[in-house]
């Protein structure tokens, strides 16, 4: 049966975010697979559909420059800024496509930065036609559309528009269409996620909620029920839109970041809790010199994995800064698409969106920040009293080394001031040794004699020594008083 269902004036439209800016590289710096966007756009689509308009994409855009890829050519601190070159016009048609069935195939490209980010509308479609379901593979030649070929940092929305012909159900024609365009190029199944009513007409949503942003297929199919519906969908309203798709997509990019940012940093927080004990171990220890280095060594591991927590602490705050930034850009686009709607349009899809970012991944990423916070809370507090052992430690076995250099010193005092006496008096005893040859000592001793010369010597030497020794002592302390330092 649903090879027999049919649509009339199908249109496919691809909206690919590409981040255009990188903060790891710094403030405002361009990220270094920037182009990649425009190069598969240009190389993949452009020979798909054998478009030569769009394989020369990279010659009509201000971000290019002799066929080389030239940011500084698009102008400064712009919100949004249009990327085609003003000769080209706001939108760059493509000359239309004879099909070999003589199906007539349009297409258009326009594109835009977003803030830091990059995107376009690139859109194809049948004009006056009719077609089978099963015929939507001709707007997707290998899957040159989906985000495989595509590569959007971001991730991509694909709109399909199209009036039935032959169906049963809207419900059933969108999930036959959606089959159909995606074949099976897409690794992951696109389901079926929600529905509403736009401008009219009934609306739905698919997602392969893949968690790699430059695979995961989001798409729309709208399906004409208001014949007036495509004259409400304006160039107002796409711009809107755009905004809109893009502010999902990095809600959705930043959400999926920080879960793996905090995965990463419970790891660094296990590694942590599995060391605390190593610090009772190194408290026992009775050596010093050992333990004060074990202490030095634990303290620079844990450390270096605080400085990571850290590290990754700081990226999911960033994270949640931009989540909240993108959710309320959101809420205002789509805003502003109610204030285009229509009586009877239900948009409780989109809204429920931006209830999931406020209400669920702004309070996660929360809840993921004060676990972490307080875990570094208490390993900083274990860093703080490892660091005041290191230090006591060290005091210690410095007055323990300085004690045993003071007691080195007087040995080596000591030791100087015998080898100096036994040196003085050995010269004293060779200076007056000759006298006892002149002149033999009398043991047996007569005070009524005077002394001998031997022993009056030494008697001399000894006093000369002790007079000289306080001169220089004396004058010593008078050039110190004298000549202070």
Known sequence: ?????????????????HLRDDSDEGYKQVA???????????????????????????DKLICYKNGLYYPDGERKNLTNEELLISDSGKTLKF????????????????????????????????KNDTIKVAELTRLNPQGCLLPNAIQPSLGQTLLLYAAPAVYDTYRKLADESVKAFVQDKQPASVEFRAEGKLFGSPIFEYDSREDDAN????????????????????????????????SRAKIVFVYREARKKYRKAQQIVS???????????????????????????FLAEVRTKMFDCAQQVRYLQEDKNTIDTNAENYGDALTKIRSLCIPGDNLDFLQKFQDLAENKYQRQIEIDLNYLIASQNLFQQSIST???MVEIEQVELDTEQE?????????????IFFVGTAIGGGQIFSAAYPLIKDKPIQWQP??????????????????????FGLLMLALAVWVRKTFPR
């Open 32 to 58: 270094k697979n920037a182009q990649i966007l425009w190069g598969n756009l240009a190389d993949n689509v452009g020979k798909e559909f054998n478009i030569n308009e769009l394989n020369s994409l990279r």
């Open 1 to 17: 049966m649903s090879q027999e269902w049919q649509i009339k004036n199908p249109s496919i439209t691809l909206y690919p975010f």
């Open 386 to 388: 490892v660091r005041g």
């Open 271 to 297: 590694e942590l809790e599995k060391k605390l004990p190593e610090f009772s171990q190194i408290e026992r220890e009775q050596d010093r010199q050992v333990k004060l280095q074990k202490l030095k060594q």
């Open 446 to 467: 007569d005070f009524s004699l005077p002394l001998h010369p031997f022993v009056a010597t030494i008697i001399w030497s000894l006093l000369f020594g002790l007079l």
């Open 215 to 246: 695979k995961r297929c989001h798409f729309l199919v709208w399906l004409q029920e208001n014949p007036r519906t495509l004259g409400f969908a304006t160039s107002t309203f796409n711009f809107y839109l755009m905004n809109l798709l893009c």
């Open 403 to 415: 004690d045993r250099e003071k007691k080195r010193d007087r040995q080596l005092e000591n030791i």
């Open 95 to 126: 000359p239309q496509i004879i099909q070999p069935d003589n199906q007539k195939l349009d297409g258009s490209i326009y594109a835009l930065r977003i803030h830091d980010t990059y995107t376009a509308d690139l859109t194809f479609y049948y």
